[in-house]
């Protein structure tokens, strides 16, 4: 595989998810789209090689994933694994959070993906 963002396999598989979003992406969504989180921009169900990430900032190369019940059965937890083995290969840090944490701490949530930035805030903060 010579292409490992947004491979065209993926495609409609990526525009569906993006299209149905769980609540907890749709929360999350409304503080980081449009470069509201400090300047960076964020892309929904971006994918990496055969992974679809929930939410990925390429400038901090930082991948934010949210997690159902499904996640905490083995097979849920061998696949996060393998997947944050093979991202982290890649230079990209995986943060998780449960989607009960997005709804019941969400000023927390927002802090916690701040303090992963390792790149200086851009002075327009949002704007181009």
């Known amino acids: 595989m010579t292409q490992l963002?947004?491979?065209?396999?993926?495609?409609?598989?990526r525009k569906e998810l993006r299209n149905n979003l769980t609540p907890a992406e749709a929360?999350?969504?409304?503080?980081?789209?449009?470069?509201?989180?400090?300047?960076?921009?964020?892309?929904?169900?971006h994918s990496v090689g055969y992974y679809?990430?929930?939410?990925?900032?390429?400038?901090?190369?930082?991948?934010?994933?949210?997690d159902g019940a499904?996640?905490?059965?083995?097979?849920?937890?061998?696949?996060?694994?393998?997947?944050?083995?093979?991202?982290?290969?890649l230079g990209i840090q995986v943060i998780r959070f449960e989607n009960k944490e997005v709804f019941e701490?969400?000023?927390?949530?927002?802090?916690r993906i701040r303090n992963c930035f390792t790149t200086p805030t851009p002075p327009w903060k949002g704007g181009e």
């Open 105 to 111: 701490f969400t000023s927390e949530v927002i802090e």
């Open 52 to 66: 679809i990430l929930d939410f990925y900032c390429p400038a901090e190369k930082l991948a934010i994933e949210l």
């Open 27 to 45: 929360v999350l969504w409304k503080y980081l789209k449009g470069k509201q989180l400090e300047g960076r921009k964020f892309r929904r169900q």
């Open 5 to 13: 963002n947004n491979i065209k396999v993926l495609k409609d598989f």
């Open 70 to 89: 499904h996640h905490y059965t083995s097979a849920g937890i061998a696949y996060d694994e393998e997947r944050t083995i093979f991202l982290n290969s």
